[in-house]
């Protein structure tokens, strides 16, 4: 009986692995790490709007919204605290303000909100990579799976690697309406850490929308594709490095050593 029910198993597996759409990995190295975890949780991306006045004639790739960051300083900024932007009207009469919801609060400046062009975007800030986020117990590397779904195209990087290109095939004209479904890549992470993160999205015209989900539990489902978590949390994601790192405990004994000895010098000092 259990010979039958091994049998099963292994068909099943075998039936599941030709079934799934192959999926892409990455390794991220652990030198590409900024620094450890810390103890607080995140509170969210840098967001840069870079409005494209007559973007209609002129944005068609990936290089093209590179190009307009290279050269330009953002419209105005915000802080990206749930990237799902899913403004729901799809016909191009979205304002600033639809596409961000809650985030169109810090704006900066404020009045951008109410008006929009064709658009570049870009998030970035430093993710939380922990080893109980690992999908794949059976290696070693700390995986985490991730997905975009966006109109039109965008890309992201952690540590430098680009993990998703999230775009159609023409290298010429990378248009197009993206679904979270069919982007899908793991990230292995050689060590725990605080990695670097960068998402560059871009909008020609009309319909907009970014989706960014993982396997990172803690945020609530939003048409999540099947085996992922949601979106990514807040929690995971920081605009800056901590300014406030907590020293490791040798090291504030290090530095108490230090400061004392200081202080008895200063007295000897004024002392002598
Ligand atoms: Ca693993
Ligand atoms: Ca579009």
Request: charged share 15%; net charge negative.
């Amino acid at each position: 009986m259990w010979r039958f029910a091994l049998a099963a198993a292994v068909a099943l597996a075998v039936c599941w692995a030709v079934v799934q759409p192959a999926r892409a990995g990455v390794l991220i190295p652990a030198s590409a790490s900024a620094g450890p975890v810390p103890a607080f949780s995140g509170t969210g991306l840098n967001g840069s709007y870079y409005a494209v006045p007559n973007g209609f004639n002129t944005l068609r790739t990936m290089a093209d919204a590179d190009g307009v960051i290279a050269a330009n300083s953002p419209t105005a900024t915000f802080r990206a605290t749930r990237l799902y932007y899913q403004p729901g009207l799809g016909d191009g009469s979205e304002t600033i303000g639809d596409i961000l919801g809650a985030d169109a609060a810090t704006l900066d400046p404020p009045s951008v909100a109410n008006t929009r062009d064709s658009s570049v975007w870009r998030f970035d800030g430093y993710i939380a990579i922990t080893p109980d986020l690992d999908i794949d117990r059976a290696t070693p590397e700390i995986d985490v799976e991730f997905a975009i779904g966006s109109d039109d195209a965008s890309r992201l990087r952690i540590g430098g690697v680009e993990v998703l290109l999230v775009a159609g095939p023409d290298p010429n004209d990378q248009r197009g309406v993206f679904s979270a479904n069919d982007f899908r890549a793991t990230a292995s992470f050689e060590a725990a850490g605080l990695y670097p993160v960068e998402i560059v999205w871009w909008d020609w015209y009309g319909g907009i929308y970014l989706r960014w989900y993982s396997s990172i539990p803690g945020s609530p489902d939003a048409d999540t594709p099947a085996g992922l978590a949601g979106i990514v949390p807040t929690g995971s994601l920081y605009p800056s490095l901590p300014l406030a790192a907590v020293p490791e405990p040798a090291s504030v004994g290090l530095l108490a050593a230090g400061a004392a000895g200081l202080i008895g010098r200063r007295l000897r000092r004024r002392a002598g």
